[in-house]
């Protein structure tokens, strides 16, 4: 397992720290870990897990890019250093592959179920914190899955992210179109990324709001 795919311990997410953007505090799992690497570059450290002093910066497009821009590492460090102008599509690129990865843990842990069926009974029992849908999906099979999930005990979240082909290669199947997270820990964790990422795009489709 790589440091970037380290799942969000809830001990992290309890503490908290100083957005150098807005100097609100704030806690950890609304926030990006930045450190100086080698040349005095700054790198995002999704999973907090790299050596040296810490740099917060809260998990947003808006908040990243700010930062960068005016030199807020530098002043925060106390030393020259050197953000890339497009280091806030760098995180996005990492949490984004994060997240994915954070479904192939949760499968391999049996916390992940794929499949209309077994993703409708999960909707039904109140089981699922997320629905997973592949963003090219059918509709017509999505509007069905939803439907069930708007009657289900328990409301789950939404994620349209990923294509069929993406989530097929994360879990190890083929035609993968519904899946669902199950409650729990794995899911309470794998949240807290889902919700960084948000930070720095949408999780839904723009076309999935024109569908009726």
Known sequence: MTASTVPTTLAQVARERRDIVTGEVMA???LIRFVAGPGGIVVPDLARKLPGRGIWVAADRASVDTAARKGLFSRSAKAKLNASPDLADQVDSLLRRRVLDGLGLAKRAGDLISGYE???SAL???RAAWVIEAADGAADGRRK????????????????LYSNEELGLALGGENVIHTAFLAGRGADQWTFDVHRLSGFRPLLPESWREEP
Request: avoid cysteine; charged fraction near 30%; charge should be positive.
């Open 28 to 30: 950890e799992d609304r």
């Open 124 to 126: 039904n029992a109140g």
């Open 145 to 160: 899955i939803l439907n069930v999930a708007r009657k289900s005990p328990r409301a789950p979240k939404l994620l349209g």
């Open 118 to 120: 077994k993703v409708a």
